[in-house]
């Protein structure tokens, strides 16, 4: 249950972003107060929510660890080689077996995923760990570092960590974090550990600075906040190997397209999409955009009249072609470190991934919408195992309302076309959630994109009514027991199913039309 004193941090900057539509007479406006009032809200929130958590990375003993995230992130990196995207669980399983009896963590009749084809199963109808892939060197280090990890936590633990997804990241997030995890030992190594968990922190904490240098103190503050109290990953921002890289990136890549740095904006922002894939959707508004204001510079080129669309579409294409030819680099680079092959893998394991994650109660997007009101409520649990039978009757649901989401999203689709044409392209990258709420079904910390909206440009009512809106989104879901990943009970995730989707929509409408005063 998250803490009232959280809720009422987010309530109170909302009045506080709300003050300024009072306008620049407002007192919300002389000198620095409100942002000194914010300030204080960030530094309550970042105790309240990651104060022990903070205190243990930086205390002389060993640093707070998300062992959920390192077994999988860390082991699945550092052991890529040998254990792909589908042998984590099984060879986890046969080091355990190789204990002596009282010191094993999983039996026979223990559940866990078959990555293959994401069925939940027992050991004995696992495909087997390919041992032979393994020196006798690197089974012993891998087998000796997850004994490591099983002594952080108790057996319930151990028996859940297996029925998740596996190890999912992308080739070249593989050729950045394998090389890190296999230079970094973190058995009996306290200083390894906190290097280990401090690259997400010290990357967003960058970004944040160039946040704060591009949007200034304001909108930095208002983020931060955003970020913190954010309900996807409330609580879950530290203890972390390389997991939110990608925001970083997304973030640095706004603050330098804001600052009209494109050369620098395109490659972060190449860098969010080869780590995760997902932030290319947040392109999706600049793309239609751009494909507006080249048609109307043709035709005012076509007429001999000066057009000022022509500058904003070569400015457009050509930060969109950087982007493209970024990523084809960072591709082409991963593919000679990781291997082709390991593309190929990737993209097979997406489609078995994306199409399994459509029924999973907590995750965002249209399609868990439709699979979740066309199954009702048939919740049984809390966990991967016991909502598992729950999973498939939503993904028959989804199956059998598909045409009615396709024809959902044809019709969506137009209107956030529509109101791209008309969204500066400095506030696209925002209305773009939407685009993602519609194609793709997501785990929720992946909107922690959300703060892009207090880095709007201009200060019109439309920009503040929107920030204004985010945090009360963020306020509900705070009150409300969603958290951290929203929630499996039906009753709770078709509440905020239905308030994420009623938000991103009117977002994508309330910043459509020219601001007042606004820098693209």
Not at 79 to 94: H, N, Q
Not at 241 to 258: D, I, K, N
Not at 497 to 508: D, F, K, T
Request: aromatic share 14%.
């Amino acid at each position: 249950m998250v803490s009232v004193g959280a809720t009422l941090l987010v309530v109170t900057g909302a009045i506080l972003v709300a003050g300024a539509l009072l306008g620049p007479s407002s007192r919300l406006e002389r000198g620095r107060a409100g942002e000194v009032m914010l300030a204080i809200l960030l530094a309550l929130a970042i105790v309240s929510v990651y104060g022990g958590k903070v205190a243990q990375t930086f205390g002389p003993d060993a640093p707070y660890l998300r062992t959920w995230n390192i077994y999988h992130y860390y082991l699945g990196a550092k052991y890529f080689p040998e254990l792909r995207y589908t042998d984590l669980y099984a060879c986890s399983l046969e080091a355990d077996s190789e204990k002596d009896a009282s010191r094993r963590i999983w039996s026979d009749n223990t559940r866990v995923r078959d990555l293959t084809n994401y069925e939940l199963s027992q050991p004995d109808r696992l495909p087997p760990c390919p041992r032979e892939r393994f020196t006798s060197e690197r089974w012993a280090s891998f087998s000796g570092d997850l004994s490591e990890l099983m002594k952080l936590e108790p057996a319930s633990f151990w028996w859940r960590v297996i029925t998740d997804k596996g190890f999912n990241p992308t080739p070249f997030w593989i050729s950045v974090g394998g090389p890190i995890a296999g230079r970094l030992a973190i058995i009996d190594d306290p200083a390894a550990m906190r290097a280990l968990t401090g690259i997400d922190l010290v990357m967003l904490l960058a970004s944040f600075a160039g946040l704060a240098f591009a949007f200034g103190a304001r909108a930095t503050l208002l983020a931060g906040l955003g970020l913190v109290t954010y309900f996807g990953s409330y609580g879950l921002l530290v203890g972390n190997f390389l997991q939110y890289g990608w925001l970083a990136f997304v973030l640095a890549a706004v603050s330098l397209w804001h600052g009209k740095r494109d050369l620098w904006a395109a490659p972060c922002f190449a860098a969010a999409i080869m780590l995760r894939v997902f932030p290319a959707m947040l392109l999706a508004g600049l793309v239609v955009r751009t494909g507006y204001v080249a048609f109307v510079a043709l035709r005012e080129r076509g007429s001999g009249r000066a057009s000022s669309a022509e500058a904003e579409a070569r400015r457009n294409l050509t930060f969109l072609t950087s982007v493209g030819g970024f990523c084809l680099l960072f591709f082409l680079v991963s593919s000679v470190t990781v291997g082709l092959e390991a593309w190929l893998d990737f993209f097979h394991n997406m489609r078995i991934h994306s199409a399994y994650v459509v029924g999973e109660a907590f995750n965002v997007g249209l399609k868990n919408l439709f699979a979740t009101a066309g199954a009702g409520n048939v919740d049984a649990g809390f966990t991967y195992a016991q909502t598992y039978v729950a999973t498939a009757q939503r993904l028959r649901a989804y199956a059998d309302l598909r045409v009615y989401y396709y024809l959902a999203v044809a019709v969506l689709g137009v209107l956030f076309a529509i109101a791209s044409v008309r969204t500066e392209a400095g506030k696209s990258f925002a209305s773009s959630l939407f685009a993602a709420y519609l194609l793709l079904a997501l785990s929720p910390y992946y909107y922690a994109c959300l703060i892009l909206v207090f880095l709007l440009p201009g200060r019109d009512r439309r920009v503040l009514g929107a920030q204004v809106g985010s945090l009360l989104l963020l306020a509900y879901h705070l009150w409300k027991p969603h958290v951290p990943y929203i929630t499996m009970a039906y009753g709770s995730h078709m509440q905020s199913e239905v308030v994420v989707s009623a938000y991103l929509a009117a977002l994508v409408f309330v910043l459509c039309g020219r601001s007042d005063s606004s820098a693209v």
